[in-house]
């Protein structure tokens, strides 16, 4: 008979504490994990990758704060590979215990000791983890990418986060990638109901994706559209009251205004935040590329066109905050062949907005919104 596969071990909770000088990361786990350790720095951080490990954890415990630990994040990083991020307030050394003590049957411990240390001596420990593998037509990570076999236009929905990158944290704990994942799903039923386009998800399921993979995948689709969808946020507790509304992007070397640069920034930086590591020169070459590329050619004015379309669209349905209609260089939007957007769908740290977000009603409604802006679309392209 075959042995029966193994069970991944469960993290099923981390605590952060202080003696002295020293800061301790503890981990419980269900079962001794295999696990690798790797630091980071610019800004400095603390990576901790894991083989077969699952999380039940609360999403609150990644605002931990405590001596050398600024917040952690978690959650799977690849097919198979989970990963814990540290942002450390400062340079630090670490002592692990790997050997995961057993405190009792079906229960072990996984003890991280840090401490502070000089810039050189971080900057010399430093080591990469390793990089992700690529989206491939052959890969089980996400859904099939071959280029569509029928006359339909291929629809790439792109929502936003995933996995360890939970992205922004709202009222009442929403997380990001829960909400937009669920507007995707309803925007692909509306879209698939109509029989009208091949449509297709980065991701279908709570599943990283690198903003490479996610612009790899569209290319390799052959896309007709991309619709990246988030949800915004705002750390003024103040601001957080009032801001509210959906906003639209598309892509523009100069951003249309200081919120639309903070965001483009932000956005492109989730890759680094969870410790995936891109080579910055080879990323300058390609912006300036693409962006010069774009700017001679008739896909940024598709872009345009199709984001006056949701802006109207989205208006008529009252889901509009003020001066919509945006721009900014984010990296998912450099796609020299595929016209694509944005778009913020409201505040989740709006109390009053995020309780409205997470209904079946709203998200429904934004979700034919976007459905009915794509059909006026397509029919603008058409012969005349």
Known sequence: PTAAPKRPAIATG????????????SIALTAAADVQIFTLADPHRLIIDATDLDFELPESLSRQSAGLVQALRFGLIAPGRSRIVVDLSGPASVTDNRAAVARAPGAAQLVLLLNPTSAANFTASVNRPPPLAPATPESTWQPSIKKSENSKPVIVIDPGHGGIDGGAVGANNVVEKELVLAVARQLRQHLQGAGRYDVRMTRTADNFISLDQRLQFSKTADAALFVSIHADSVADANVARTAHGATVYTLAETASNRAAQRLADKENAADARVGVVT????????????????????????????????VDRLGRERLLARDPARAAAFKVLRQSNTPSVLIELGFITNAEEVQAMQTAAWQQKVAG???????????????K
Do not use: W
């Open 14 to 25: 981390i605590a952060v504490t202080t003696q002295g000088a020293t800061t301790r990361v």
């Open 279 to 310: 080579d910055q020169a080879s990323e300058t070459a390609q912006i300036s590329s693409i962006l010069n590329d774009l700017l001679h050619r008739e896909t940024q004015n598709f872009s345009m066109q199709f984001k006056k379309l949701i």
């Open 369 to 383: 919104a976007l459905s009915t802006a794509i059909d006026a679309y397509f029919d603008s392209q058409k012969p």
